[in-house]
């Protein structure tokens, strides 16, 4: 599988009001994988230091493999006004189990 992440979010600054847009291809993902109960867990993750909203974090959890099973976000107390498209898609050469 593969972390789909595609458009653009935009956040609204809690004192200003100012809305901010950040594209999907700002972000660089890293994965972590972990094992548990029901097999791999991968954790996507995405940090970034805007310079008017501050630090902002995403995590995606892929769990079990092939499931999105959870989405956050960390906004440092903005406002989300619009979200990414966040879809996991099978790559070509990766088999269907």
């Known amino acids: 599988m593969r972390l789909n992440v595609e458009g653009a979010t935009i956040i609204r600054h809690a004192d200003t009001d100012v809305d901010h847009s950040i594209v999907s291809e700002d972000l660089d993902w890293q994965c972590e994988s972990d094992e548990r109960g029901m097999g791999q867990e991968n ?10 909203l501050g630090s902002l ?3 995606v959890y892929e769990y079990p493999i092939g499931v999105l099973n959870l989405y956050t976000k960390e906004l440092g107390g903005h406002s989300l006004v619009q979200d990414f498209s966040v879809s996991l898609e099978h790559e070509e050469d990766e088999p269907w189990e």
Do not use: R
């Open 57 to 59: 974090s995403w995590s």
């Open 43 to 52: 954790h996507y993750m995405a940090t970034m230091l805007h310079p008017q």
